[in-house]
């Protein structure tokens, strides 16, 4: 029987410090190698890109906004779609613990994929009992 390789889901706060090149990063430069080597899994949920757009466009810009999702797109990064099941369990999980809807859908997308959650944003520390996470620091 072969071995599932693992699976990380990146959230809003682990892609923003790696593109922003801060000590988080360094994390997910290792993982994106590992991806491209087949070593690992990367995924992340279109509700949690569509957070790192908007904060781009926010603080630098909708040309920085579109030219971060083209560098985006050619990541090793598997990208989710919100189905209706998984925003069910989106908001299952919303009305159990204290974390944004955004991250709501993480770490329903983290249960569903059986991925390790890699992200420094404390509210994931309410939803530790259900995920597991891999806290980085910015």
Not at 52 to 74: C, D, F, H, N, S
Not at 104 to 122: H, K, N
Request: proline letters at 3%; aromatic letters at 6%; a negative charge.
């Amino acid at each position: 029987m072969s071995e599932q390789k693992p699976a990380y889901l990146l959230d809003s706060f682990a892609l923003l410090a790696y593109l922003e090149g801060e000590h988080g990063g360094n994390r997910l430069q290792q993982l994106f190698s590992l991806a491209q080597s087949g070593g690992c899994r990367l995924v992340m949920c279109l509700i949690n890109l569509g957070e790192v757009l908007y904060i781009t466009e926010r603080e630098r810009g909708e040309p920085m906004a579109k030219r971060v999702l083209a560098l985006i797109e050619q990541l090793p990064i598997d990208l989710l779609d919100a189905s209706r099941d998984l925003m069910l369990d989106a908001a299952h999980v919303k009305a159990n613990h204290a974390l944004s809807y955004a991250d709501a859908f993480a770490a329903a997308a983290a249960l569903r994929e059986r991925a390790t959650v890699l992200t420094g944003d404390p509210e994931f520390a309410s939803v530790a009992d259900l995920v597991t996470i891999e806290w980085i620091q910015k």
